[in-house]
């Protein structure tokens, strides 16, 4: 009969700021682990934020997170870097 294994799934998020065009990332880590604490897979989903995006379905710290990094600069460079790459199409 062969061995039973139990994996384990492990999540956890990190988060990214940028701080020059008022972008957040929320970066989601995955691993799989079996019995012994051998990483079966590992896998990382990067998702942005963009300064324009609707906040209201985030959990508070990354709405915190956003609001820091939106100042009133970063959105000013934000919307002149969008309005060249619509020039540009």
């Known amino acids: 009969m062969p061995e039973t294994v139990t994996l384990t799934r492990e999540s956890w998020k ?27 897979r590992a896998k990382k989903h990067r998702r942005p934020i963009e300064p324009d995006q609707d906040l209201s379905k985030e959990p508070v710290v990354i709405r915190r997170i956003c609001e820091a990094v939106r100042t009133d600069e970063a959105l000013a460079r934000y919307n002149a870097l969008r309005a060249a790459e619509g020039a540009e199409e």
Not at 15 to 32: K, P, S
Request: glycine share 12%; aromatic share 8%.
């Open 14 to 40: 990190s988060l990214q700021a940028d701080g020059q065009y008022g972008r957040v990332f929320v970066i989601t880590h995955t691993v799989l682990v079996d019995d012994d604490g051998n990483v079966i």
